[in-house]
């Protein structure tokens, strides 16, 4: 990333930063003299267990299944997000989404009468469907600063977990170490996979 | 000769310094550059220049122990996970804000130089002559034509690419061919010439070399310049300046020293040398040399002018001005517009260019007049959206994330870079009651922008509306992020150059006037700012004054 992108074109994912990481540029600074305390003993203490990786894997694979792609479970989004959660986000941050998994079950017992481990591929669809028109409606209606949504950093950590995974970036999207070259007027069809990287 | 003595001292390595070290070496003189920090070695050292994404384990993002360890650096994008070796820890070296200051510092061999946003443009006389005709500050004491050789120098070895525009307010240079606008970006700059007798839209003029060039190969097209360029492809100390004068064989370079002061001989009233502090041993040396060349960074320049011959002017070498550390200037940025380019499906780019647009300064010129004085310039780009983006009437599964390996809509932003004025009582001291991890004093920043730059930002943004509407893009919609000084990462005027001792720190050679073999010649030399990336012109005013420091040496003068 250079100066210019970072400002002129502000990366965002899926129209907003990512919660709690202040993953890439704000656009806003903080005031001076203030600075967070680093959740440092939540970072060491924050751990996600197998099973719950394994949860988040097959929550990643919904979100972003295998079509004539791999899908995010390919890309261990699971393992991707302990690692997010534990380093990047803040410790009130790391409570909702430690407590969106359970919430997430009682979801999908809710909805289609068992846990979301347990239900298919159709039945994980429409409580993620749901949860995800959940989010959407509470993001609209968050104030700055407020805890986010369970569901959208789950979300977002797929995306973001796979799409720069070797699998994402490669398969999925198409990424070239060295182009050697620029050309800013190529063809473009309907169908050819955007680049990994800008 | 004595081992700690030297023809000329370079203190610092960054832009300006590599260029003093080259230019002093090649014209005969042994010299020895200090830096405060570590080697960084060419390519060796560059970690993360060769990673790919998925290799960063927050995929280049930012950690909550990053956020706490720099809290400076996380205001703005230069906080993130792959070059953050590169950027001063800032528990060590620590500086009081009496009101809001982001200082973006880089203490290793290179400096800045190696994380820079490399842009290079000339000045022209319009910024020469400004404050003389506006009646602000002090008049510069040189104009185009004493630097545009200089100009010419500098780009033909760093190697600059742009296009000869020849617009008089941004003179061309001795390019290397240019990068190419991108197919939206061509339409936008045709649009705007239409509409527009002076708004201009040229592709970036960059230190990215388009040519193989000195043993450098030429842009690769990857966009990772800040890791650090394992082609050598943009102009750094490491690439360019510092392996021609190592290979002179007349270059020392001593990293882990903190210059603490300049030592000032009060019977001939010139420098005698310098004091180093050791970083790492915290031990004392003093280093001789005829002649001294600052290149500390315009903030760190005034900070180690402010701790020499405290005992014949207590404010430092160069305060009998009573100007040194005063007019802090910066580019204030971050406002602008950005719109969506419709009409564009079938188009595409291949590979990442490490540059943008400009759109040179064209307000307050050419007739044109404003409710504030100078202006500014934008920079910014197009292309198409990614992954990242919203795609607001799909939600989860197999065909969102088909819709998302595609590339989303055209965009393009602009972004203004803003001339601050030479305000007097914008200013740095030295806060003696804090301390950095060597106990030496800090500085304490007093800087904020006026009126000037508020009434600016607002033409900043509906400029940019106005022109890219006009342009055809859709859903324009203009921003104003804020800005604090310093942010720009061009700070410039603490000591600055002038015609008269009484109101400067310099005179028209980057002399200080009370130690004429004490040459400054990075960004604290401006007398005014501009509105353009300044680097090129401390390259250029440093070769210039490097000419001259040989020249008096023979003539005895100094």
Redesign the interface.
């Known amino acids: 990333m250079n100066r210019r992108d970072a400002l002129a074109r502000v990366a965002v994912l899926m129209g907003g930063t990512v919660i709690g990481a202040e993953f890439f540029l704000t656009g806003c600074s903080s005031p001076a003299g203030t600075s967070e305390k680093a959740g440092e003993t939540a970072a060491t203490k924050f751990a996600l267990s197998p099973a719950q990786m394994s949860l988040l894997d097959e929550v990643g694979e919904t979100i972003l299944p295998t079509t004539k792609t791999p899908g995010a479970k390919a890309a261990k989004v699971g393992a991707f997000m302990n690692v997010m959660v534990r380093d990047c986000y803040k410790p009130a941050d790391q409570q909702v989404f430690l407590t969106g998994l359970t919430k997430l079950d009682e979801a999908s017992q809710k909805q289609v009468g068992k846990a979301f481990m347990a239900a298919d591929p159709a039945q994980r669809m429409a409580v993620l469907t749901k949860l995800d028109t959940e989010q959407k409606e509470f993001t609209k209606n968050q104030r700055k600063d407020d805890p986010g949504h369970y569901f959208r950093m789950m979300k977002e950590l797929t995306l973001l977990g796979y799409f720069t995974s070797e699998v994402g970036a490669t398969q999925a999207l198409r990424y070239i170490p060295v182009p050697g070259r620029y050309d800013g007027n190529v063809p473009y069809k309907k169908g050819d996979r955007a680049w990994a990287t800008s | 000769m004595d081992k700690n003595t030297y023809d000329a001292i370079v203190i610092g390595s960054g832009i300006s310094g590599g260029w003093a070290a080259k230019e002093l070496t090649e014209k005969g003189l042994k010299t020895i550059m200090l830096e405060r920090g570590r080697n960084i070695e060419h390519v060796k050292d560059y970690v993360n220049a060769?990673a790919?994404?998925?290799e960063l384990?927050?995929?280049g993002?930012?950690?909550?122990?990053m956020?706490?360890?720099y809290?400076v650096l996380?205001?703005?994008?230069t906080l993130?996970e792959t070059n953050l070796s590169y950027w001063v820890n800032e528990k060590e070296s620590p500086y009081v804000?009496k009101?809001?200051?982001?200082w973006f510092r880089g203490y290793h061999i290179g400096g800045r130089s190696l994380m820079w946003?490399r842009q290079s443009y000339r000045l022209s006389d319009y910024d020469f002559e400004a404050n003389l005709k506006d009646g602000i500050a002090v008049d510069w004491p040189i104009r185009y034509a004493d630097l545009a050789p200089w100009y010419s120098h500098v780009e033909k070895f760093a190697g600059i690419s742009g296009n000869r525009d020849g617009l008089p307010q941004l003179p061309d240079g001795d390019f290397m061919p240019p990068?190419?606008?991108?197919?939206v970006?061509?339409d936008v700059a045709a649009r705007i010439k239409k509409n527009y007798e002076h708004r201009h839209m040229v592709i970036?003029r960059t230190a990215n070399i388009t040519l193989p060039h000195h043993n450098r190969v030429n842009c690769?097209?990857?966009?990772k310049?800040?890791l650090g360029c394992p082609f050598g492809a943009y102009f750094s100390t490491q690439s360019a300046t510092l392996p021609a004068a190592v290979a002179t064989g007349n270059l020392t370079v001593r990293p882990f020293s903190i210059v603490t002061k300049i030592l000032y001989d009060k019977d001939t009233k010139r420098a005698k040398g310098v004091e180093v502090l050791d970083a790492e041993t915290n031990q004392t040396y003093e280093y001789y040399a005829k002649v001294v060349f600052l290149n500390a960074s315009a903030l760190n320049s005034a900070w180690v002018l402010m701790n020499s011959a405290t005992d014949v002017w207590p404010e430092g070498l160069g305060s009998s001005s009573g100007e040194l550390g005063h007019n802090v200037m910066d580019h204030h940025?971050?406002a602008?517009a950005?719109g969506d380019a419709e009409g564009y499906?079938?188009?595409?780019?291949?590979?990442?260019?490490?540059?943008?647009i400009y759109v040179p300064r064209y307000r307050n010129l050419f007739g044109d007049k404003r409710d504030y004085i100078r202006g500014f310039g934008y920079?910014?780009?197009a292309?198409?959206e990614?992954?990242?983006?919203?795609i607001p009437e799909m939600?989860?599964?197999?065909e969102?994330?088909?819709a998302?390996?595609?590339?989303?809509k055209w965009?393009?932003?602009?972004?203004g870079f803003g001339e601050t004025l030479p305000y007097h009582d914008n200013q740095i001291t030295l806060d003696k009651t804090k301390k950095d991890k060597w106990g030496l004093p800090v500085l304490a920043m007093d800087v904020h922008i006026r009126d000037n730059e508020q009434k600016m930002r607002i033409d900043m943004m509906n400029d940019a509306q106005e022109m890219l509407e006009k342009a055809g893009l859709k859903n324009v919609k203009t921003?104003n992020?804020?800005y604090?000084p310093g942010?720009g990462i061009h700070e410039m005027g603490t000591a600055r150059m002038g015609r008269d001792p009484k109101t400067s720190v310099l005179n028209a050679h980057n002399q200080v006037w009370d130690a004429p073999n004490v040459y400054v010649t990075d960004g604290a030399a401006m007398t005014s700012a501009a509105c353009q990336n300044p680097s090129l012109t401390y390259m250029a005013l440093t070769a210039r004054a490097v000419d001259h420091a040989v020249s008096e040496l023979k003539k005895q003068n100094i």
């Open positions: 060769n790919a994404p998925w384990p927050h995929r993002g930012r950690t909550q122990q956020i706490a360890d809290p996380g205001r703005d994008y993130n804000e009101k809001p200051y982001d946003g990068m190419n606008m991108n197919v970006e061509k970036g690769q097209y990857r966009n310049c800040w940025f971050r602008g950005h499906d079938d188009k595409y780019v291949y590979g990442r260019r490490a540059n943008g920079q910014g780009s292309g198409r990614g992954w990242s983006r919203e939600s989860i599964g197999g969102f994330k088909d998302l390996t595609e590339p989303g965009t393009m932003g602009l972004t921003y992020n804020g604090n942010g």
